[in-house]
């Protein structure tokens, strides 16, 4: 009884959520402020209910052709006074309007439909770049990937099949029952709805399990795709430790785990099919049985007889689909249910109702007294108070998990702090909007990672609407122009996934130009050179101190060779700012920054 009640509990949840997804995509198919929506669907499904009408008058000429060419039918008289070729005629020309009818149906509804599905994928691919590097950070790409891709596919599916598939069904099937109690008796009408309630309760059940099995093959189809692009962006760090079988390995047991939950559903799938045949066997011969009698018996006629059997063949055929589309739709609500999870996901950093636009006069950045941590158990700054004034340049320098970076990522708004405050020209980041702040900060991190096109759409990324002139004047400054004009496609050459046809010097000249043409008053240098080797750091070092002329730039540096020249180095240990002042004067303290110079300089020198 336990498991009954479970049971019981999981189908009643299924069907909440279920309910829950349908009236989320309600509005996209009745929308307000699109009148042409509404009309379409309307026109649609009076042209629905036109089709079903014809294709349930349609055996009926059937019968009359049929009874026309009998011996005792020759001379009778016929429907619309036809004759038997008039009605094979007329039989042909319903046939061709049902099917045409359903055609203009979707003819019609087309464009609801895609429109739907575009503005369900652009919203949750909005809103995906909405959440918080936090949430990016704990989930996997390829999982998030297929999430949106099923669950628009599951939009796409349940608009046909749901309004197209199950509700005309189910009109259909009234016609026809009403059809068979009228011109026949109860009898027939209670052997079909015996046999349909018999069908439908057979074919959900088994679909509640099959769906199951479908939800663990998906569960490891998502796991097999994660584990196979998750290797493929890492492409040479399986190299570079011989990890080929690793991984293969690793893809293996998770499509062996798909293979296993893949068969179990064809099996299930070939239970299902045998079951719903037997069924609507049955019912189609005690039917047929029921006729036959009463054409032996002088009651019916043999166009009566045809025209049940045509019937029962016309309920049989949609009904023959009703576990695929049953189960599609069930999967349908599970892979939208993701995709809406997904959309209810909260952004951990929201504009307030109130926020402004930033507005730079100068670029001053001060840190009062910020405190934040990725876990609250696991505070990374601790009351840091730091000011950069306009045009000056302020190096950040510690060992690891001093939170350099984090300085960097609240800066840009990642994160909001944990306590104080951070200001750029007296304005709290929180209070103002993220895309202006963004707007107002250019950004040159470690690896400068490059969108799989040309050199010259990575560039122009960091100001769209920017000239071919300006182009070009921004990869001179940085000095890439030449490199990109000796290219045999020059500024069309396409970089690669990530960028990995260039070398990293020629990257990260690539995103000096794309941020000098973004031209920010603020500039933050997140360790720009130390993934680089040290004659090409010496050359990029020259295009990021011109970069930084008339800007505030704040330099987070693990080389301390590469901040020497800084108006201001801050020293982070801890989370908490332990020493600052210039070069000169920090070496002669001999106090940390000492110390980190000494140990740096002992290490180029071995």
Known sequence: MRGLAKTDSNMSDAQIQGWSVIRRVAPYLWPDAHPWVKRRVVIALVVLVLSKLIAVTTPLFYREAVDALAPEGMDAATMMGLGAVGLTIAYGIARLMTVGFQQLRDVVFTRVGQRALRQLALETFTHIHRLSMRYHITRKTGGLSRIIERGVKGVDFLLRFLLFSIGPLVLELLMIGAILFFLFDVWYLAAVVVTIALYVWFTFKVTEWRVKIRKEM????????????????????????????????????????????????????????????????????????????????????????????????????????????????????????????????????????????????????????????????????????????????????????????????????????GGGALLIDGQDVRDVTQHSLHAQIGVVPQDTVLFNDTVHYNIAYGRPTASEDEIIAAAKAAKIHDFISSLPDGYQTTVGERGLKLSGGEKQRVGIARTLLKNPPILLLDEATSALDTETE??????????????????????????ADADRIVVLENGVIVEEGRHNDLLAAEGRYAHLWNRQSEEETA
């Not at 998750?230 to 080929?244: C, M, R």
């Not at 993701?338 to 996901?345: G, I, K, N, T, Y």
């Not at 101190?545 to 080389?559: D, F, Q, S, Y």
């Open 218 to 417: 998906n569960d490891q189809d998502t796991d097999a795709n994660q584990k196979a692009i998750d290797s493929l962006l890492n492409f040479e760090t399986v190299k570079y430790f011989g990890a080929e079988r690793w991984e293969a390995d690793r893809y293996d047991v998770a499509m062996e785990n798909y293979e296993d939950a893949a068969i179990r559903t064809n099996y299930s799938l070939a239970f299902l099919n045998f079951g719903q045949s037997l069924l609507i066997t049955s019912g189609l011969v005690a039917v047929m049985v029921m006729a036959a009698i009463g054409v032996q018996r002088g009651d019916l006629t043999v166009g009566d007889f045809v025209m049940v059997n045509a019937y029962m063949i016309q309920i049989t055929m949609p009904l023959n689909f009703l576990g695929t589309v049953y189960r599609e739709i069930r999967q349908a609500l599970i892979d939208m249910g993701d995709m809406f999870d997904l959309l209810e996901q909260p952004a951990e950093v929201k504009d307030k109702p109130d926020a402004v636009a930033l507005q730079v006069n100068g670029g001053r950045v001060a840190l009062q007294d910020v405190t934040f941590g990725y876990d609250k158990e696991r505070p990374i700054l601790k009351g840091v108070t730091l000011e950069v004034e306009p045009g000056q340049t302020v190096a950040i320098v510690g060992s690891s998990g001093s939170g350099k970076s984090t300085i960097g990522r609240l800066l840009f708004r990642f994160y909001d702090v």
């Open 538 to 563: 010496m050359e990029i070092q020259a295009e990021l101190k011109a970069m930084g002329e008339g800007r505030t730039v704040i330099t987070i540096a693990h080389r301390l060779s590469t901040i």
